[in-house]
């Protein structure tokens, strides 16, 4: 009788135990919760000011003393000889693109026969110039073909030849209608089968949208390439991605570009001492420059994202941002002309953040590239 007494009050004592390691497991459950949440508030405000203390528009070139020190020694070398090869291969292109247009009245339907081999002819001479600059294209990933990605968004867009990139992709780019009154890039376009569009005219920008949805709709186009941040930074944060390749409801690739050079000579943005001639003299100076080129998996909208594009810009972006291991700001190509005019003025006004009360707001659901998508 004892014994059983003796072990009735063990088995009461290890169930207080258990329940008092219970409670408190359960404080201590709820206390790790709500440091999990300090924690997880904690990142999103730095990340946040972070982002706030981005200025993608500004860029300060620093050369140090060792590559003025190699440029001087192999700058009179490549010069003339990088100079001599860019001449020709731009010169066969051009010559390639007029020959490619002759007696080509519409350009709405797909290249066939041999006009589609002298395209496929221009897009290796992209590449081709690439190595006359002495840029070395490192390629990672896969890129998709048309019928599984018929849209390939890029950034950041940062450099004065991002558009290298359509030589590595044989893909059509949208690009400023500007562009299509140059007498070199106007031929080269037409051939590329560009995609113009006036970002002044809400018209043009809606015209863009339908064809940009027929070319994906259909077969034997080249894969649309689009900018999506529709302007040049500095590289230092992606900012707001227009929805143009977002609205036609179709699969999109993105690709994401860095550039793990010791001495940088390609950024061009807003707000610098360098202009486009300055950097391509840099740049032919310059010994090697290298551009890494990831294929990212493809995306596709979800049904709330096919009814707001916005949505799925904002996630291929956060995407692209992880990789890339930069924040995103909410500053778009209107911030950018803001801050160049502010530049000009000598005044120190912050950006706007309210895209929509920006006096170049645009009226029009669907926004595409801005100023300077093809580095021009």
Request: hydrophobic letters at 40%.
């Amino acid at each position: 009788m004892t014994q059983t007494n003796e072990a009735y009050i063990e088995n009461e004592e290890v169930k207080e135990e258990k329940s008092l390691e219970s409670v408190l497991g359960v404080d201590n459950n709820e206390n790790i919760k709500h440091n999990d949440t300090d924690k997880e508030t904690k990142v999103i405000i730095n990340e946040k000011e972070v982002a706030d203390s981005i200025d993608p528009w500004t860029h300060k070139g620093k050369f140090p003393f060792w590559w003025v020190l190699l440029v001087i020694i192999f700058g009179p070398i490549l010069l003339p000889l990088r100079s001599l090869c860019l001449f020709i291969i731009c010169s066969v292109s051009y010559i390639t693109a007029k020959i490619g247009l002759l007696g080509l009245g519409t350009n709405d339907q797909p290249l066939i026969g041999w006009r589609k081999l002298f395209q496929q002819f221009v897009f290796f001479n992209v590449r081709l110039i690439g190595g006359c600059l002495g840029v070395w294209v490192v390629k990672k990933g896969k890129l998709a073909s048309a019928k599984d990605a018929p849209l390939i968004v890029v950034a950041p867009h940062s450099t004065f030849i991002d558009w290298l990139v359509l030589g590595h992709t044989k893909s059509s780019p949208v690009a400023k209608s500007d562009l299509s009154n140059m007498i070199f890039f106007g031929a080269i376009g037409r051939l590329i089968q560009t995609v113009w569009v006036d970002r002044e005219a809400e018209i043009s920008k809606k015209e863009t949208a339908n064809i940009i949805h027929k070319r994906s709709s259909e077969s034997g186009w080249p894969q649309t390439l689009i900018f999506p941040e529709g302007t040049t930074t500095n590289g230092q944060a992606l900012v707001q991605f227009r929805t143009g390749a977002f609205s036609s409801m179709k699969p999109i690739q993105p690709v994401v570009l860095s550039f793990p050079n010791n001495v940088d000579t390609l950024t061009w943005t807003w707000i610098q001492r360098f202009k486009a001639h300055h950097l391509l003299l840099l740049t032919l100076i310059t010994p090697l420059t290298i551009i890494n080129l990831e294929f990212l998996p493809t995306l596709s909208p979800t049904k709330e994202e096919e009814e707001e594009p916005r949505v799925f810009a904002e996630r291929v972006q956060h995407i692209m941002c992880e990789n890339l291991k930069i924040p995103a700001v909410n500053v778009s190509f209107k911030d950018a002309i803001i801050a160049k005019k502010n530049i000009k003025n000598n005044t120190k006004e912050p950006q706007s953040n309210n895209l929509t009360n920006s006096k170049y707001s645009s009226t029009s659901s669907i926004d595409f590239v801005g100023n300077l998508t093809l580095g021009v």
